[in-house]
């Protein structure tokens, strides 16, 4: 049972670099998260998705863009590196509006 | 004031011993509230989630919501040192995708 799954677990990059984490869940869920946990600061949404082709800004989408062409993966864009976006990366999926999230493993990006 | 707030912690507990775990939030509108236990460099999995006003209890887990406090709780009985995590409150907002986090409370439970 794979879940959601994330990938690079880990990532340096220098300021002003691009790259996209990934993200694909196999629970065939509409709904689709991406969330940036800094210390003590708890989970801050970036970007949602409610299905294929819908996406839309959480509270702190700056400095990132996502898509959502199918409804398995859910990839997160960030442009343009700054050491501010350097933070442990959560995607997330669920069944429903109101339902559990399930979360994947984590994505450690550090930008120097 | 913070959508969401928690006591950072860490709560320290001894063995056996009764966690209690407080969560307060500000939107009046909320319906929905869970709670996610966090370990160490892992992601955050489901404890509970509670709809309605009173107790919900599974296991050695009870949250308990009101409402007109706008304050919702977990207790832990028999605390065990499995139980050392980080406990993250999540409410849903009644608009929107939004849950909103809390920052989380560190709970240590010493054998």
């Known amino acids: 049972n794979a879940g959601v799954t994330q990938t690079p677990k880990f990532r340096i990059l220098k300021i002003g670099q691009s790259m996209t984490l990934q993200c694909a869940q196999d629970?065939?869920?509409?709904?689709m998260y991406w969330y940036r946990q800094d210390p003590g600061m708890g989970l801050k949404l970036i970007y949602y998705?409610?299905?294929?082709?819908?996406?839309d800004k959480g509270e702190v989408p700056n400095g990132y863009n996502v898509s959502r062409s199918t409804t398995e993966d859910f990839p997160l864009r960030l442009e343009l590196a700054a050491p501010s976006q350097t933070s442990v990366y959560f995607c997330?999926?669920?069944?429903?509006?109101?339902?559990?999230?399930?979360f994947g493993e984590g994505s450690r990006l550090t930008v120097l | 004031q913070k959508e969401v707030e928690q006591n950072s912690g860490p709560l320290s507990v001894p063995e056996g011993a009764i966690a209690s775990l407080n969560c307060t939030y500000s939107?009046?509108?909320?319906?929905?509230f869970f709670w996610y236990r966090q370990y160490s460099g892992k992601s955050p999995e489901l404890i509970m989630f509670?709809?309605?006003?009173g107790d919900k209890e599974d296991g050695r887990f009870t949250a308990q919501l009101n409402k007109a406090s706008q304050y919702v709780s977990l207790l832990i009985r028999d605390s065990q040192p499995s139980d050392s995590a980080t406990y993250l409150c999540?409410?849903?907002?009644?608009?929107?995708?939004?849950?909103?986090f809390g920052p989380g409370t560190r709970l240590s439970v010493l054998p």
């Open positions: 997330a999926s669920s069944y429903s509006e109101t339902g559990e999230l399930f």
């Open positions: 998705s409610v299905g294929a082709g819908i996406t």
């Open positions: 629970m065939n869920h509409n709904y």
């Open positions: 509670i709809y309605s006003n």
């Open positions: 999540a409410v849903k907002r009644n608009y929107g995708q939004n849950f909103v």
């Open positions: 939107d009046r509108g909320s319906q929905s």
